[in-house]
């Protein structure tokens, strides 16, 4: 049979787009430490090139798509002292090794703080939840699909995060996107247990070769990345002591009831005053900036009052003050202001 020149010639174009952008992934040295202070060596050895893996689920998948190609990985599943769940004289000690899977079914969480164990609960799948770790989560990177498009798509962007010139998402599809700090990324932060965090005032401490640092989860975080250096490793996730009269309330919006990730979550951790009034209040909103956001304002509203439906009102429309929605996603105003109400009433 005589062959179709215009398929042939689709065939090689397809050849050449393929030979373009397909290549075989290198494949990264492997180190699996049984120590921190092995692994910190091997990190300062490397000086940069490597990357910490654990759990492996966020990690495998930027590789596979060639968003970073690390060319040494320093397992620290073999470190034990990483994996604990334990009560400290100030409050709840979480190796950063913990399974989620694991921390939603402590009995020390859910006897101190149920909410947090109920927020771990939702992330994922079981199965994600049987792999991923708490350090994993808090340090994972962005959703973005400009920024994991894979090149072997035939396109790809080389955004900010990538140290290219422009955010694409600003003028792009955005719906997912950030309504708090329009300008530079957009991108927000994917962590669940980072919002959690944020609210109960947690601490992320680590060590590098420079020695140990805390450093509170609301400041953990920045607009492209978090303040991890490339040789530190988290050791322990530390949450205070919640205040017998503190009520929590975590509420996540998602398309589907399990395995995706928060359009709009509120974690609120209010505390009374003997005379029902707000001692202290805790806002933090995932799912609408580049790190968990605390609407100030909002909280400071709350402080030394008694809750009623007038007072959350204001408070909701507080809590969106200063949001600038992109183009296809006003909707997340309107989400925030039903959770922040719903969380408080």
């Not at 953990?220 to 250096?229: C, D, H």
Request: with cysteine; glycine share 8%.
């Amino acid at each position: 049979m005589k062959r179709n020149s215009i398929d042939h010639k689709e065939i090689e174009k397809a050849f050449s787009w393929l030979n373009k952008y397909w290549s075989k992934p290198v494949k990264p040295l492997y180190y699996s430490p049984e120590t921190i202070e092995e692994a910190l060596s091997l990190l300062e050895s490397f000086k940069g090139e490597a990357k910490i893996i654990a759990g492996g689920i966020d990690l495998i998948g930027l590789m596979k798509n060639k968003v970073i190609s690390p060319s040494v990985l320093v397992s620290i599943k073999k470190i034990g002292s990483l994996s604990y769940i334990r009560e400290n004289g100030s409050g709840i000690d979480i190796g950063p090794l913990s399974l989620i899977d694991d921390i939603s079914k402590s009995a020390l969480i859910k006897n101190r703080i149920p909410m947090f164990s109920e927020l771990c609960r939702l992330i994922g799948s079981p199965q994600i939840r049987n792999m991923a770790t708490i350090g994993g989560n808090i340090c994972q990177d962005v959703r973005c699909w400009y920024y994991r498009r894979p090149k072997i798509t035939g396109i790809s962007f080389d955004c900010l995060r990538k140290k290219g010139s422009r955010c694409y998402a600003i003028d792009g599809e955005n719906q997912y996107h950030s309504i708090f700090g329009e300008g530079g990324c957009v991108a927000v932060c994917p962590s669940d247990i980072a919002t959690g965090l944020t609210a109960l005032d947690g601490e992320i401490h680590t060590i590098s070769p420079r020695g140990e640092r805390k450093i509170q989860a609301s400041k953990f975080y920045k607009a492209l990345g978090n303040e991890l250096e490339p040789d530190e490793i988290i050791i322990n996730i530390h949450i205070p002591n919640p205040d017998s009269t503190t009520k929590h309330k975590y509420l996540k919006f998602r398309e589907r009831k399990a395995i995706d990730f928060s359009v709009v979550s509120v974690y609120s951790a209010i505390t009374f005053s003997d005379s029902d009034k707000i001692k202290k209040a805790r806002i933090a909103i995932g799912g609408v900036s580049p790190i968990p956001y605390r609407p100030l304002d909002a909280e400071r509203m709350l402080e030394g009052e008694k809750i009623t439906e007038g007072l959350v009102e204001e408070v909701s429309e507080a809590s969106v003050k200063g949001a600038t929605p992109l183009n296809k996603n006003e909707y997340k105003v309107s989400l925030v202001k039903a959770l922040v109400k719903r969380s408080l009433l």
